[in-house]
């Protein structure tokens, strides 16, 4: 018995004997419930999505890179399981809450799904127990509003009663170098005691922890890794449309830079920004400052510049037609890929749904061809994943390569297609030219 509650943590987690519940079953959540139950503790997955549970029990992964044999060896066993039943939080010795943290349609942040987390954990809420934030959320938000949520709703003080620690994800989908395991998690407790306990959970699953002073400290660290990522986007965005105004090749200028050994660190451009990360969480911190009256203004540019790429690659689109004598007006457009990166199966904030919206504004007809994502909902149109032949090619008048999917046959596609306007420098990559 620790002196906080039921659970005796320092035997527990090395024993493996505590119990941990995962709210929350997305790209984030499932891969962490997976990890646990790997190695040998109960694990609770929760998610509010039927039909992901249902897929989960019959051992199926709705996620790309995570292996369903091994998945399904851990729901048989029992070890892992997956349900819609909030109840089982109560059954949990921790509890981490990973659940999306998206922008609203006037692009604020929207933290219902977070604070909903907390309502339904706190009725639940038991003497000992540990809570832990993943989701990713603005700086101060678990001390000044999670926190004090689970507390009022519960009867129980954090830091006496539980344990809180703010944990942000660091999940790279898709990603084979750099996975959950061996990638460095940040941790921070409301008090050294919630650090310590959170950091002793995580070494089970994960290689290196980071304890740091305090949750806000881990809020903002998962805000700058992927503010300085948004902002050098947007930089070298920036620096594509100046290169294509002057003449030159950004992708040779950028390699060209690239050779020098120190100073500079590459990144290269594209159709914009994507995912559940960089094009929203620098908006989370920009959005807290201007509770400060501070502005944040590097983030505002960059966030300006990226958001215009899809329309640069239209305007490129238009203008390559226009030298072959040919409206962008009913011209027939082959889309390359719609999700938000490579070999995945994820649309959320993809430039490519942008690039597909303006096409059509603008009259051309427009088909997509993308392997991980058979059927498309834009704005109540459905659109549905095309074969790519040789002979689909020689009917368009022009292919964009919009998410550079590795299993395109880019070769083929270059043999084939009357024009080619290449977001990802696919060709100059490949060196098979443009």
């Known amino acids: 018995m620790s002196e906080k509650g039921k659970v005796n943590w320092d035997n527990a987690i090395p024993s493996r004997k505590a119990k941990v519940a995962i709210l929350g079953l997305g790209y984030v959540g499932l891969p962490l419930a997976l990890a646990f139950a790997e190695q040998g503790f109960l694990c609770y997955g929760i998610d509010p999505d039927r039909e992901r549970i249902q897929q989960l029990n019959a051992g199926k992964s709705y996620i790309n890179d995570l292996p369903a044999a091994e998945l399904k060896a851990r729901i048989k066993s029992r070890q892992l399981i997956a349900t819609s039943d909030f109840s089982k939080l109560a059954d949990a010795d921790a509890i981490l809450v990973c659940v999306p943290t998206p922008l609203s349609k006037s692009k604020d942040p929207d933290f219902s799904f977070v604070m909903n987390a907390a309502d339904a954990i706190a009725p639940r809420l038991k003497l000992g127990q540990l809570i832990i934030i993943e989701s990713t959320i603005y700086p101060g938000m678990t001390v000044e509003l999670i926190g004090p949520r689970l507390e009022e709703k519960s009867g129980l003080k954090a830091g006496r009663d539980f344990y809180l620690a703010m944990s942000p994800e660091r999940i790279d989908p898709g990603n084979q170098k750099y996975t959950l395991k061996n990638t460095p998690k940040v941790v921070g407790g409301i008090d050294p005691a919630s650090t310590r306990l959170s950091a002793l959970l995580y070494q089970q699953i994960i290689a290196r922890v980071i304890p740091v002073s305090s949750p806000t400290v881990a809020e903002m660290t998962k805000l700058l890794e992927n503010t300085f990522r948004q902002i050098n986007i947007g930089l070298v965005n920036e620096i594509a449309i100046i290169c294509d105004k002057l003449g030159i090749n950004a992708l040779e200028v950028i390699d060209a830079a690239s050779t020098k050994p120190f100073g500079f660190m590459t990144f290269y451009p594209g159709p914009g920004t994507g995912g559940h990360c960089i094009p929203v969480d620098p908006i989370y911190l920009s959005w807290k400052m201007k509770s400060l009256n501070y502005r944040a203004r590097f983030i505002e540019l960059a966030t300006e510049v990226n958001a215009q790429m899809p329309e640069f690659w239209v305007n490129k689109l238009r203008d390559q037609l226009n030298r072959k004598n040919k409206s962008l007006h009913n011209a027939k457009i082959i889309l390359l890929g719609v999700s938000y990166k490579k070999d995945i199966n994820d649309l959320r904030e993809s430039p490519a749904l942008e690039i597909l919206k303006l096409l059509l504004e ?73």
Request: charged share 25%; proline share 4%; hydrophobic share 35%.
């Open 362 to 434: 603008q009259g051309a007809k427009v088909q997509y061809c993308d392997p991980y994502i058979p059927k498309l909902d834009l704005g109540g149109k459905i659109f549905r994943s095309v074969k790519l032949t040789p002979a689909l090619l020689r009917k368009s008048d022009c292919v964009m390569i919009a998410t550079d999917h590795s299993g395109f046959d880019y070769r083929m596609i270059k043999s084939q297609a009357k024009l080619i306007v290449d977001t990802r420098g696919v060709y100059h990559r490949l060196k098979l030219g443009a």
